[in-house]
C-alpha cells in the first residue's frame, strides 16, 4: 500500500540522520544550551531579520501548543481558534487541562477573519457582566490552516495590528509551515510572520525533521520566563542537541535550504494529483494550494483507489460522496505520484 495520509509517516531526511550519527559520541552540554542549538537559533533569526527573537525547541505540536498558551495568558484567560483549529480538535483538550478555555469559532474555510475577532472581543468586552465570562487575550492561527489554505499578508497584518492594539496575543501554530511558505498563493516570508506575532513556531515533524518544532517568540518578559514554562510543562530536552542539529541542518543556506525545498518538493507534487483529479472533472471540497488535496469521491472511486493507496477519510459531502484527503510529505517519491495520477485517470 502506498500512504498518502499524512506528512509525518516517515523518518528524517538522510542529512539529518547523517548529522546525528556523525555527532553520536560527542559530549555537549544538555538542554538546549549546547552549539548546536545556538547556531540552530541564530540561523532562525537571520531568517527572520531580527537578532532579538527568542529560539526554543520543543519535541511536538501539542507540547509547543500547550506551553506557549500557558506561558502568555492569565489564568482567566482563553484562546480563540477557528472550531476546526488543532487545539480545538486533535489535542485532547490539552489547553483547557492548563486552565485555558479554547474560544472555538465557526469558519467555512478553517480560517479566523478580523470581523469574527473583533466580534468575539467585542461581544466580551461589551458584556456587562464580562469579569463571570472567560476573557479573550489570545489569537490562535493554524498556518497553513487543518484543510492547507493559508492566510495573505494583508490579512495577518490586519489580525496583528488589532491583537495589539487590543491587548491580546497574536500565536500561530507553524506545524507545516514549510509548505505555507512555499505555496504559490503566499506573500509572506518568515521575516514577516515574526515581526507580526507574538509566538510561532516553525515545524520540523511534519517538514524533514525526525521530530521537533522551533518556537520563535519575542518580548522581555517571555525571553525571561519561556524557558521555566517549557521545564514545567515537561517539554525540556535533556539530550537538546537532538534538536539544535536537526534545525541547522533544514535551515542552513538561506533561501535554498533543505526545509524550503523539500516543502517546495511536496507542494509540486500535490499539485500533480490535484490536477489529475480536475482532469478527470472531480471536483475538489476546497483550493488548497499546499500539500494537501482534498477531492469529493464516490463510494466506488474510494473503493478503487483504497486497493492501492490510503489516503484519509476527511468528512462527509453528501449521501453518495465524501472528501478524502490526499497529503504529499518531504519524502513522498515522485513515481508514486506519477501512478496514481494514472490511477485516478482511469477511474469511472
Not at 476527511?314 to 484527503?325: A, F, I, L, P, Q
Request: net charge negative; aromatic share 8%; hydrophobic share 35%.
Amino acid at each position: 500500500m502506498i500512504r498518502f495520509d499524512s506528512d509525518y509517516i516517515e523518518g528524517a531526511h538522510p542529512s539529518i540522520l547523517d548529522a546525528l550519527v556523525m555527532s553520536n559520541l560527542e559530549q555537549h552540554i544538555g538542554y538546549g544550551c549546547d552549539e548546536y542549538c545556538e547556531r540552530a537559533r541564530n540561523i532562525i533569526r537571520e531568517h527572520c531579520k531580527d537578532v532579538s527573537l527568542g529560539v526554543e525547541f520543543l519535541i511536538g505540536g501539542t507540547q509547543a501548543n500547550v506551553t506557549v498558551i500557558d506561558a502568555l495568558l492569565h489564568c482567566y484567560q482563553g484562546v480563540i481558534s477557528a472550531e476546526s483549529g488543532h487545539i480545538n480538535v486533535h489535542e485532547t483538550g490539552a489547553p483547557e487541562a492548563t486552565g485555558h478555555k479554547v474560544i472555538a469559532l465557526p469558519s467555512a474555510d478553517g480560517r479566523l477573519s478580523l470581523e469574527q475577532i473583533k466580534e468575539c472581543y467585542n461581544n466580551h468586552w461589551n458584556d456587562h457582566s464580562h469579569e463571570h465570562t472567560v476573557q479573550p487575550g489570545m489569537v490562535y492561527l493554524s498556518c497553513p490552516a487543518e484543510n492547507g489554505l493559508i492566510y495573505s499578508k494583508s490579512e495577518l497584518t490586519s489580525i496583528s495590528d488589532f491583537c495589539h492594539s487590543h491587548g491580546m496575543h497574536l500565536f500561530v501554530d507553524g506545524a507545516r509551515l514549510g509548505y505555507g511558505l512555499m505555496s504559490e498563493g503566499c506573500d509572506f516570508t518568515l521575516a514577516d510572520l515574526a515581526s507580526m506575532c507574538d509566538v510561532f513556531y516553525i515545524g520540523g515533524t511534519k517538514v524533514g525533521a525526525l521530530f521537533g518544532e522551533a518556537v520563535v517568540f519575542k518580548g522581555e518578559e517571555l525571553l525571561r520566563s519561556f524557558r521555566y514554562a517549557i521545564k514545567q510543562h515537561g517539554g525540556m530536552l535533556a539530550k537538546g542537541r537532538l534538536l539544535g542539529i536537526q534545525f541547522e541542518q533544514l535551515l542552513k543556506g538561506g533561501d535554498d535550504c533543505l526545509y524550503f525545498r523539500l516543502a517546495r518538493q511536496a507542494n509540486s507534487l500535490a499539485k500533480k494529483i490535484s490536477a489529475a483529479f480536475g482532469g478527470k472533472g472531480i471536483p475538489m471540497w476546497i483550493q488548497s494550494q499546499t500539500n494537501m488535496q482534498f477531492p469529493i469521491l464516490t463510494k466506488e472511486q474510494q473503493r478503487i483507489l483504497m486497493e492501492k493507496y490510503v489516503p484519509e477519510l476527511w468528512c462527509k459531502y453528501d449521501e453518495g460522496r465524501d472528501v478524502v484527503r490526499f497529503c504529499t510529505s518531504w519524502a513522498t517519491k515522485e513515481e508514486n505520484v506519477e501512478q496514481l495520477c494514472k490511477d485516478i485517470e482511469e477511474l469511472l
